[in-house]
């Protein structure tokens, strides 16, 4: 708030004014307005990285 950027903002107000958008979710964890392309699942992602650390060990056995 001490930033000369913020210096005109009314931040006693700013509760009160209507945002620009506002998404409709469908529940707490909607993640449907971000977006997804080029995350591949949880279980491939692991899968590359346990790949990594076995080739990594592989050289102290």
């Known amino acids: ?19 620009p958008f506002v998404p409709h979710l469908q529940s707490t964890v909607d993640t449907s307005y971000f ?6 699942s949880v279980a491939e992602q692991m899968e590359e990285v346990e790949s990594i650390s076995l080739e990594k060990d592989i050289t102290f056995l």
Do not use: R
């Open 35 to 40: 977006p997804t392309e080029g995350f591949g």
């Open 1 to 19: 708030k001490t930033h000369p950027f913020f210096f005109s903002a009314d931040w006693n107000s700013s509760h009160h004014i209507e945002p």
